[in-house]
């Protein structure tokens, strides 16, 4: 049943209410079962690759299942993260509890930093439902007898970016792209760019028109050392992207022709 929750397009609202009806100690461990049962996981190699695959390091997270909608996790809360820094996650994320409740913080999610809201108890019939555009979080361990393990259902925006920010300061101190094809055509053109390579133009003239601000600047950049008239008329479309940050990088160059 949990594995319909990401088979088509459904409100965060409506997971959340068919979470409440559901076991989701038990559904989460058929995932766990049907990972662990195909044929050739216990061969060490493929057992290896598979947990690689599926853990996040930064966030000590295990995917138990995916699709092109989203992905249900589980992670432990007594990850020790007391020194890495916060990550945002753009889209739709549904907390559930698992073995006993668990708390988190929110905080409010600006453009450079990020501020403490409230503190939040998630218990099985009380999922909670966060957006991402406006609000971070952070697991606290503050039960003597913690939960083992929390569940969570990601409906990712991959057009959007993770922001980073210090678990002390709270300021932004880096982001990363949260689509893994963009990371790569990122690292494509900074390729082509260092470089010099004859057909980084051609490539930047296909990528100009890709859906994530960044990879459309970086191949901007590269078509703009090459023939600044050229690129300039590419501005009107980098402009539907409607980014601020590509705004006020664009505009300068703009007003220079």
């Not at 949990?2 to 058929?30: C, F, G, H, W, Y």
């Not at 930064?58 to 990850?79: D, E, R």
């Not at 893994?180 to 900074?190: G, P, T």
Request: no cysteine; proline share 6%; hydrophobic share 40%.
């Amino acid at each position: 049943m949990i594995k319909n929750l990401i088979t088509e397009i459904v409100s965060p609202t409506d997971i959340a209410e068919t979470i409440k009806s559901l076991d989701m100690t038990s559904e989460t461990r058929q995932l766990v079962s049907q990972l662990t049962a195909a044929p050739d996981f216990a061969r060490e190699q493929f057992r290896r690759a598979t947990i690689m695959n599926a853990t996040n390091p930064h966030t000590g997270t295990v995917i138990l299942h995916q699709t092109n909608i989203g992905n249900i996790s589980v992670k432990s809360p007594t990850f020790d993260s007391t020194s890495s820094s916060l990550y945002s996650v753009p889209g739709h994320s549904i907390l559930f509890a698992l073995d006993r409740p668990f708390q988190i913080q929110r905080y409010t999610l600006m453009e450079q930093r990020i501020e403490k809201a409230d503190r939040v108890v998630i218990d099985e019939r009380n999922p909670l439902i966060i957006d991402g555009r406006h609000t971070l979080f952070d697991y606290i361990q503050t039960d003597p007898k913690p939960a083992r393990l929390t569940g969570r259902i990601n409906l990712p925006n991959r057009a959007a970016d993770i922001s980073v920010f210090d678990r002390v300061t709270l300021k932004k101190i880096a982001w990363l792209p949260h689509d893994e094809s963009a990371s790569r055509y990122l690292v494509s053109l900074e390729l082509l760019d260092t470089i010099q390579d004859l057909d980084g133009v051609k490539v930047a003239e296909e990528l100009v028109y890709h859906y994530h601000p960044a990879v459309v600047w970086k191949a901007f950049q590269i078509l703009y050392r090459a023939d600044r008239p050229k690129a300039l008329a590419y501005a009107p479309l980098l402009k539907k992207h409607k980014s601020a940050r590509l705004d006020s990088l664009l505009r300068p160059l703009e007003k220079a022709a």
